[in-house]
T-cell receptor
Framework: EDKVVQSPLSLVVHEGDTVTLNCSYE??????LLWYKQEKKAPTFLFML????IEKKSGRLSSILDKKELFSILNITATQTGDSAVYLC???????????FGAGTTVTVRA | NAGVTQTPKFQVLKTGQSMTLQCAQD?????MYWYRQDPGMGLRLIYY???????DKGEVPNGYNVSRLNKREFSLRLESAAPSQTSVYFCAGAWTGANEQFFGPGTRLTVL
């Protein structure tokens, strides 16, 4: 059974801090790893990672994948209150493209 | 484009009642999915449809049925609701061969 574990479950930071979120996985048919941001409603897509060691960046967010050690990290620098959300990690199965999600990390950014 | 839409947004049922959650997309997705989200458990796949006319069970299908009415619409039916089905339900769509899925706004269901 595919397993995706995110840590920490939640954290509280102050504006301007840097946040690092972790996602480890055990899957039998790995295709890619996805990060989503969920603010109250629908998860919205952030990044897709398929290759080890190649950093994806979007503004203050960045992410990297390690396929040898089976984990990914999501970094948020210079956090703002608008970064407060649940961040979800999901692994895509190469056979059927189904997603296996982690439980998510709740990030609260205080002004 | 509306993207992926779901109705209703909120619903309260009594144990044993039935209802259908509706999902529609105008993004030309071939694949559509139904998930439930419970605190501390992330998103779990209930059913999915890889293409029009096909449906398959996901991780937690018991107590649910689905219909892929056409390429645009994918409904989820609870025949006899139970309190354990209290959850937030998300519909999602994806293009064939694409990794990422696009999610609807969700339906918050409470079963008393």
């Amino acid at each position: 059974e595919d397993k995706v574990v995110q840590s920490p479950l939640s954290l509280v930071v102050h504006e301007g801090d840097t946040v690092t979120l972790n996602c480890s996985y055990e899957v039998t048919n790995f295709r890619s790893l996805l990060w989503y941001k969920q603010e109250k409603k629908a998860p919205t897509f952030l990044f897709m990672l398929t290759s080890s060691g190649i950093e994806k960046k979007s503004g203050r967010l960045s992410s990297i994948l390690d396929k040898k050690e089976l984990f990914s990290i999501l970094n948020i620098t210079a956090t703002q209150t608008g970064d407060s959300a649940v961040y979800l990690c999901a692994v895509v199965n190469t056979n059927d493209y189904k997603l296996s999600f982690g439980a998510g990390t709740t990030v609260t950014v205080r002004a | 484009n509306a993207g992926v839409t779901q109705t209703p947004k909120f619903q309260v049922l009594k144990t044993g009642q039935s209802m259908t959650l509706q999902c529609a997309q105008d993004m030309n997705h071939n694949s559509m999915y139904w998930y439930r989200q419970d605190p501390g458990m992330g998103l779990r796949l209930i059913y999915y449809s890889a293409s029009e006319g096909t449906t398959d069970k996901g991780e937690v299908p018991n107590g649910y049925n689905v219909s892929r009415l056409n390429k645009r619409e994918f409904s989820l039916r609870l025949e006899s609701a139970a309190p354990s089905q209290t959850s937030v339900y998300f519909c999602a769509g994806a293009w064939t061969g694409a990794n990422e899925q696009f999610f609807g706004p969700g339906t918050r269901l409470t079963v008393l």
